[in-house]
């Protein structure tokens, strides 16, 4: 039985605190940049392979613990990118609950999504429905390491060597993700990272391929270039999916700040953990213990018994001045482009369905102070509260 109405307590500015966001990017002191800035501006080399792309590749590549870094501009133009090198066509199988960029860069290849259901624990692809998915036209899987939490890469793996299918994991999410001692982006055939202003480590707008020989790496990186090997030679229709040489320079700088920055954010999660940890109807994350995370994200689940929706909660905390948001709320399944597909069916997706409608993100990155992280709690336990306190609806 529902309750007669939703609480309604003060707004943010009734409270006199400042809005909370989803999440801030993290920034580096600006003298600490202003040389780098100096440099470029001294050199006039702005892009094209300039040397703090080299150098940032480089120290990337040994901070990650990866064998090759390609640099791109985005995530996103890296995975439609990845998707050319390895040749992909006909069917990819993927995950409905992610960012809609996952799923495009597959249309954009005129390549079919074939949506599988999450675990509903983990949030990622379930191992288990994978099988079932593949068809003759079947030639890859793109699995999303969702909120930094690595995949179940081994039981992947497997199915992609029974079946010869290609693996391109989605880790926009999973910057400096270790599963089982190792970093996760060594799994699979190429893993795609995002360096978005909402991400764990920006700069600015950027991302990177993660691939394991030097062969392919030297593909790619002409793909990303128009397809030049040199000035009069073009070997691929490429793409210009270069990084610049301030977004290079800018994450050269990041990574020395990267030990601070992760810190915090683990101590963020435990103070969510342990408070929310106590509230009836909330469902906080079980980390892997075995995994080093990057604290990216906290995802919450509002399970019925709490007494709000998650919708009304999402209601109640922006009105006090709180930005949670619903990742992966609608689903990529659900989007008009994908909707007619016979596995976007949410018959067939029932736990990425529950998942979104029932998963909010609460504020996570490295500028949260400690007030604000107990003022997300104490108005999440205080909206609990008031609306059991209110009669049952006749
Ligand atoms: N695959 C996955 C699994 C992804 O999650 C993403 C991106 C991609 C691929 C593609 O990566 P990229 O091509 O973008 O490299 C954000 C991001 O735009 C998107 O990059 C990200 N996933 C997705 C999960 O979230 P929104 O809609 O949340 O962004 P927005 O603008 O509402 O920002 C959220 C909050 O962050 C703002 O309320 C305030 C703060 N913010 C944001 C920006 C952009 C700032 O303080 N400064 C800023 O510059 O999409």
Redesign the pocket.
């Known amino acids: 039985m529902r309750r007669s109405s939703t609480v309604s307590i003060l707004s943010s500015t009734q409270t006199g605190h400042p809005p909370i966001?989803?999440?801030?990017?993290h920034l580096p002191p600006l003298e600490e940049f202003l040389p780098y800035l100096e440099k470029i501006w001294n050199s006039k080399v702005l892009t094209n392979g300039g040397p703090f792309h080299k150098q940032f590749e480089s120290a990337l590549a040994d901070y990650l613990g990866v064998p090759h870094v390609s640099l791109?501009t985005?995530?996103?133009?890296?995975?439609v990118t990845a998707l050319q090198a390895l040749r992909i066509s006909g069917e990819v199988i993927t995950t409905p609950y992610?960012?809609?960029?996952?799923a495009h860069?597959l249309l954009w290849n005129g390549i079919k999504p074939v949506f599988v259901d999450i675990d509903p624990h983990t949030y990622n692809m379930d191992p288990q429905k994978i099988e079932a998915a593949i068809t003759p036209n079947t030639t890859a899987i793109m699995p999303?390491h969702?909120y930094g939490r690595p995949c179940d890469t081994e039981a992947i793996q497997r199915i992609a060597d029974d079946y010869n299918l290609k693996i391109i994991y989605?880790?926009?999410?999973a910057f400096g993700v270790q599963h089982h001692g190792q970093s996760v982006l060594n799994a699979g055939d190429m893993s795609?990272l995002?360096?978005?202003?909402?991400?764990v480590f920006n700069t600015?707008?950027?991302?990177a391929i993660i691939c394991q020989d030097a062969r392919t790496k030297q593909h790619i990186d002409h793909l990303k270039n128009f397809g030049f090997v040199n000035e009069v030679t073009v070997v691929a229709a490429g793409i210009n999916g270069k990084m610049s040489e301030f977004n290079a320079a800018l994450g050269l700088l990041q990574l020395k700040h990267m030990p601070a920055v992760l810190e915090r954010r683990a101590q963020i999660d435990a103070i969510y953990r342990d408070r929310l940890g106590q509230v009836d109807g909330v469902e906080v994350p079980q980390w892997p213990a075995h995994d080093r995370l990057n604290w990216s994200y906290f995802p919450i689940r509002i399970k019925p018994h709490f007494g709000l929706s998650r919708d009304e909660l999402y209601e109640e905390l922006k009105r006090l001045g709180i930005?949670g948001?619903r990742?992966?709320y609608p689903l990529i399944s659900e989007f008009p482009m994908y909707r007619g597909l016979p596995s976007a069916q949410m018959s067939m997706l029932p736990h990425a369905t529950e998942a979104s409608r029932e998963v909010i993100c609460l504020p996570q990155y490295p500028g949260l102070q400690d007030a604000d992280v107990h003022r997300v709690c104490d108005s999440i336990e205080a909206a609990a509260t008031q609306v059991k306190a209110m009669p049952l609806a006749a």
Do not use: M, W
């Not at 989605?170 to 999410?173: I, K, V």
């Not at 995002?194 to 991400?199: D, L, R, V």
């Open positions: 966001t989803v999440t801030q990017p791109f985005n995530a996103t133009i890296a995975l992610s960012f809609v960029a996952t860069s999303v969702c989605d880790a926009a999410h795609i995002s360096f978005h202003a909402t991400k600015f707008e950027g991302g930005a948001r990742y992966f």
